[in-house]
């Protein structure tokens, strides 16, 4: 797997590792915000995510947006049924409503800017949104940034 061998170059460093919900492991239908229970899982990604879970370094955390702050609690059902394995305090579920409705992309790069850093972390962000992987990139130079398709073979 392309994602893991990738991940083996960093094994002696702690990598807190953030994947996005919609288009990464949850089918994204444009224009369709509500009705998250409904979102088909897309399980082979799932599955790629899981492994990496269980790697010694890596502490795996969901970052996404939700644009009122009820979806959180539907994100959070969803990641319960299909996602369990990721630890409920890693679920980073920002909302655009209690944010005055900043862009998605603004609302993750400063949530990512905002980790202390030391010289033993690294951050990664897997992302299918290139909005968001550049201003996540504009703002936190030292974040590593991969498409989703990192995530297929």
């Known amino acids: 797997?392309?994602?893991?061998?990738?991940?083996?170059?960093?094994k002696t460093k702690n990598i807190k590792l953030f994947v996005d919900m919609d288009g990464v492991i949850a089918d994204y239908d444009f224009g369709i915000p509500k009705d998250y229970d409904k979102k088909r899982p897309l399980y082979d990604n799932i599955k790629k995510i899981e492994d990496i879970s269980k790697m010694e370094n890596i502490e795996l955390y969901i970052?996404?947006?939700t644009r009122m702050t009820n979806g959180i609690e539907e994100k959070n059902t969803w990641l319960d049924k299909y996602v369990s394995f990721i630890k409920k305090e890693n679920r980073i579920i920002l909302s655009r409503e209690e944010n005055n409705f900043i862009e998605s992309s603004i609302l993750k790069a400063q949530y990512l800017k905002n980790i202390e850093r030391n010289n033993n972390l690294i951050i990664i962000v897997i992302d299918d949104?290139?909005?968001?992987?550049?201003?996540?990139?504009?703002q936190n130079k030292d974040a590593i940034l991969l498409k989703d398709t990192a995530l297929v073979d």
Request: overall charge positive; aromatic content about 14%; cysteine-free.
């Open 129 to 138: 949104d290139p909005k968001v992987l550049k201003e996540i990139n504009n």
């Open 1 to 10: 797997m392309y994602i893991k061998e990738f991940l083996k170059k960093y």
């Open 63 to 65: 970052l996404s947006v």
